[in-house]
């Protein structure tokens, strides 16, 4: 089972040539979910005593599971936040799963960790912070939040020795991503919702006030979102940051989607002041063209990361203790793939200029999107696109019409996009972060809107 022989070569041909065909992405259709009665019928059981073979098994993958799943990487998938990773990327891919690769810590893993830290000290750079920030490649935002918020209490604990309060807090507003109210649920935290202004933008004069407001004396950070999910709205960094650095709180900025912008110079300015943070994240896997899962941690001192994470064992004594750097020191988790390598390659290949071109061209056809839904006389722009998210009503239609035309577009292999909720009204989203979607597919979207 485990050698490498004659039956392993002729699957190892034809895993490859799936792959190969897979990632050559012609005539890719969006495809969709089938329910489990459909899949039982058309796949029934799979795991048996004897096996079912390699060549069979992968056959029903192709053509049916893997049919069962819509396309993330096509270019009208536009719902969501899509995934669009270079063919570098993802051939990278395979050579990090061929590696078995250990990347948790230096001892095991020094040269995965090294070149994965370069990819994490280019994105450091663009934010603007000091030299020895740093961090680890996560599976997503969640875990990214998570992980630098427990940093941050863990200062804050240390700080407030004998002087605990009795409930700990974050603040942040409502426009903030799910997964903050719920790291403060997995931390048994408080969450403190600052209310935003009519940009719906987070400003330092505003958490000062909720705070002061608030009298709560256990907030030890403040969450600012630079993209927020919905909209693509940048929190006002610069006052938020200041006035974190004021109030002796830890400043961490989500750019989950949207920090990716830095590499954006048309955009850069809107997140003037993100080198005041303490910690960030961004998702490699939204718009820096990595595949599943990737998302960058980075602290300003990773040392208290370090403190906060550390994992203590017998076992582990001969990694915990000497100063290199082990990955998983600096989030939750322990073992962990090197799964910042498929982006660091693709990054080394390319270099940092195509990404700037490539993250350009994402704004240039949202930028079109929005003249195009601005001058459409049936659709309303809800909100003046800041990054590549662009939100808007057709006017007239109930939430059983946007769902009747999001399943329509999906049937008819014409688009991926679904409705979004804002402001308690059903309307929907374009979220433009695939180099491959251009203006032609956009035409195709707006026009099936009628
Ligand atoms: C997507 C997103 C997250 C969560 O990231 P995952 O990788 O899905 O866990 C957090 N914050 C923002 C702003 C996001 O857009």
């Given at each position: 089972?485990h050698r490498?022989?004659?039956?392993t070569?002729?699957?190892?041909?034809?895993?490859?040539?799936y792959?190969?065909?897979?990632?050559?992405?012609?005539?890719?259709?969006?495809d969709g979910?089938?329910?489990?009665?459909?899949l039982h019928?058309?796949?029934?059981?799979?795991?048996?005593?004897e096996?079912m073979g390699?060549?069979?098994?992968?056959r029903?993958?192709?053509?049916v599971?893997?049919q069962?799943c819509?396309?993330?990487d096509?270019?009208?998938?536009?719902s969501?936040?899509p995934c669009?990773?270079?063919k570098?990327?993802?051939?990278?891919?395979?050579?990090?799963s061929a590696?078995s690769?250990?990347?948790?810590?230096?001892?095991?893993?020094?040269?995965?960790?090294?070149?994965?830290n370069?990819?994490?000290a280019?994105?450091?750079?663009l934010?603007?912070?000091?030299?020895?920030?740093?961090?680890?490649?996560v599976?997503?935002g969640?875990f990214g939040n998570?992980?630098?918020?427990?940093?941050?209490?863990y200062?804050a604990?240390?700080?407030?020795a004998?002087?605990?309060?009795?409930?700990?807090?974050?603040?942040g507003t409502a426009?903030?991503?799910?997964?903050?109210?719920?790291?403060?649920?997995?931390?048994d935290?408080?969450?403190i919702?600052?209310p935003v202004?009519?940009?719906?933008?987070l400003?330092?004069e505003?958490?000062?006030?909720?705070?002061e407001q608030a009298g709560h004396?256990g907030v030890?950070?403040?969450?600012a979102t630079?993209g927020?999910t919905n909209l693509?709205?940048?929190?006002?960094?610069?006052?938020v940051g200041e006035?974190c650095?004021?109030?002796?709180?830890w400043f961490h900025?989500?750019?989950a989607?949207?920090?990716a912008g830095?590499?954006a110079?048309?955009?850069?300015?809107?997140?003037?002041?993100?080198e005041?943070?303490?910690?960030?994240v961004?998702?490699?896997?939204?718009?820096l063209?990595a595949?599943?899962?990737?998302?960058a941690l980075?602290y300003r001192?990773p040392?208290?990361a370090?403190a906060a994470?550390?994992?203590r064992?017998?076992?582990l004594?001969v990694?915990?203790?000497?100063?290199?750097?082990?990955p998983?020191d600096?989030?939750v988790g322990?073992t962990?793939?090197?799964?910042g390598l498929?982006?660091?390659?693709?990054?080394?290949?390319h270099?940092?200029?195509?990404y700037?071109?490539?993250?350009?061209?994402?704004?240039?056809v949202?930028r079109?999107a929005?003249e195009r839904?601005?001058?459409?006389p049936?659709?309303d722009?809800?909100?003046?696109?800041e990054?590549?998210v662009?939100?808007?009503r057709?006017?007239?239609?109930?939430?059983q019409?946007y769902?009747?035309?999001?399943?329509?577009l999906l049937a008819?292999?014409k688009?991926?996009v679904?409705?979004?909720t804002?402001a308690g009204?059903?309307v929907t989203?374009l979220a433009?972060v695939?180099p491959e979607?251009g203006?032609?597919?956009i035409?195709?979207?707006?026009?099936s809107?009628?």
């Amino acid at each position: 089972m485990h050698r490498y022989d004659a039956g392993t070569e002729v699957l190892a041909e034809a895993v490859m040539s799936y792959s190969r065909q897979r990632m050559s992405h012609q005539d890719v259709p969006l495809d969709g979910p089938l329910s489990a009665a459909e899949l039982h019928e058309l796949v029934g059981q799979t795991i048996t005593r004897e096996g079912m073979g390699g060549e069979k098994a992968l056959r029903l993958f192709g053509d049916v599971l893997a049919q069962s799943c819509i396309t993330t990487d096509h270019p009208r998938y536009l719902s969501f936040i899509p995934c669009a990773p270079t063919k570098a990327a993802t051939l990278f891919d395979l050579v990090v799963s061929a590696s078995s690769l250990y990347a948790g810590t230096w001892m095991e893993g020094s040269g995965a960790v090294y070149a994965e830290n370069q990819a994490l000290a280019w994105l450091a750079g663009l934010a603007g912070l000091p030299e020895g920030a740093g961090g680890v490649f996560v599976p997503g935002g969640t875990f990214g939040n998570l992980s630098a918020l427990v940093a941050a209490r863990y200062q804050a604990r240390q700080r407030r020795a004998g002087d605990q309060p009795s409930r700990w807090a974050v603040a942040g507003t409502a426009n903030a991503h799910s997964s903050i109210v719920s790291a403060c649920d997995v931390m048994d935290i408080d969450f403190i919702g600052v209310p935003v202004g009519e940009d719906g933008r987070l400003t330092g004069e505003a958490l000062r006030r909720t705070l002061e407001q608030a009298g709560h004396d256990g907030v030890f950070a403040v969450v600012a979102t630079a993209g927020t999910t919905n909209l693509g709205i940048v929190d006002d960094l610069e006052t938020v940051g200041e006035a974190c650095a004021e109030l002796g709180l830890w400043f961490h900025v989500d750019g989950a989607y949207g920090l990716a912008g830095l590499a954006a110079p048309s955009v850069r300015h809107r997140f003037s002041g993100v080198e005041r943070a303490d910690s960030f994240v961004v998702d490699p896997h939204k718009w820096l063209f990595a595949p599943f899962d990737c998302c960058a941690l980075v602290y300003r001192n990773p040392a208290i990361a370090r403190a906060a994470h550390t994992q203590r064992a017998g076992y582990l004594d001969v990694v915990t203790e000497n100063d290199e750097i082990n990955p998983s020191d600096y989030a939750v988790g322990l073992t962990r793939r090197a799964r910042g390598l498929p982006f660091w390659f693709s990054l080394a290949t390319h270099g940092t200029q195509a990404y700037t071109d490539a993250v350009e061209r994402t704004l240039t056809v949202t930028r079109y999107a929005t003249e195009r839904i601005r001058s459409h006389p049936l659709l309303d722009l809800l909100h003046e696109p800041e990054l590549s998210v662009v939100c808007f009503r057709r006017r007239g239609w109930t939430p059983q019409d946007y769902r009747a035309w999001s399943e329509r577009l999906l049937a008819e292999d014409k688009g991926f996009v679904v409705s979004t909720t804002h402001a308690g009204e059903t309307v929907t989203r374009l979220a433009i972060v695939n180099p491959e979607t251009g203006e032609a597919d956009i035409d195709v979207i707006l026009d099936s809107l009628g």
